[in-house]
């Protein structure tokens, strides 16, 4: 597509759920990278991914948050058993070549509220 | 660790005043310096960046950035800001050990009064 798509744009849930956050990165870029973004807490990074391996996950909040890419190309990030600090907004950014330094395409996000 | 500091968290300023955002990181090997913007309803989008070479970096829309490397800081400057100009502004460090690690800062509040 012409730019990176996440899905669903709004997502409302009950504490104690599951969710599955979507992202198809931009065709061909090799990089993918979630981040979280809360009032006034910045961008936090959860995960990278190039191609399908994960080779820094140190941001991962804690082991309800899980992600993984497939083909190269879709990611998923799925937080079980969601709690009310895990609201905010989940942002997918890819890029060309990761570790290079290239310039990073973002999302428009997740917003993820748990009630 | 890497960390990157902004130490203005919201700045409101007429048009045609000059910017400076300060941005500060930690971290002892070489570095990628970034600034990214989002303007209100858009995606995060890069306005600059410094890899090497002349420490200063021009990007899009007049904006300007002064990597130095004895203070750790990488500020971001205009002369004279437009109402356009109103977005939220992160600085962000990649460290030459860290992999494709990009880590921002906590994101200053531009808001220009017309």
């Known amino acids: 597509g012409a730019g990176v798509s996440q899905s669903p744009s709004n997502k409302v849930t009950e504490k104690g759920k599951d969710v599955e956050l979507r992202c198809d990165p931009i065709s061909g870029h090799t990089a993918l990278y979630w981040y979280r973004q809360s009032l006034g807490q910045g961008l936090e990074f959860l995960i990278y991914f190039q191609g399908n391996s994960a080779p820094d996950k140190s941001g991962l909040p804690s082991d309800r948050f899980s992600a993984e890419r497939t083909g190269g190309s879709v990611s998923t990030l799925t937080i079980q058993r969601t709690q009310q600090e895990d609201s905010a907004v989940y942002l997918c950014a890819s890029s060309l070549t990761g570790p290079v330094g290239e310039k990073l395409f973002f999302g428009s996000g997740t917003q993820l509220s748990v009630l | ?114």
């Open chain 2, 1 to 114: 660790a890497q960390s990157v500091s902004q130490h203005n968290h919201h700045v409101i300023l007429s048009e045609a005043a000059s910017l400076e955002l300060g941005c500060n990181y930690s971290y002892g090997g070489t570095v990628n310096l970034f600034w990214y913007v989002q303007y209100p309803g858009q995606h995060l989008q890069l306005l600059l960046k410094y890899f090497s070479g002349d420490p200063l970096v021009k990007g899009i829309k007049g904006f300007e950035a002064e990597f130095i490397k004895s203070k750790f800081s990488f500020n971001l400057r205009k002369p004279s800001v437009q109402w356009s100009d109103t977005a939220e502004y992160f600085c962000a460090v990649k460290g030459d050990n860290q992999g494709g690690k990009l880590i921002f800062g906590q994101g200053t509040e531009l808001s220009v009064k017309p």
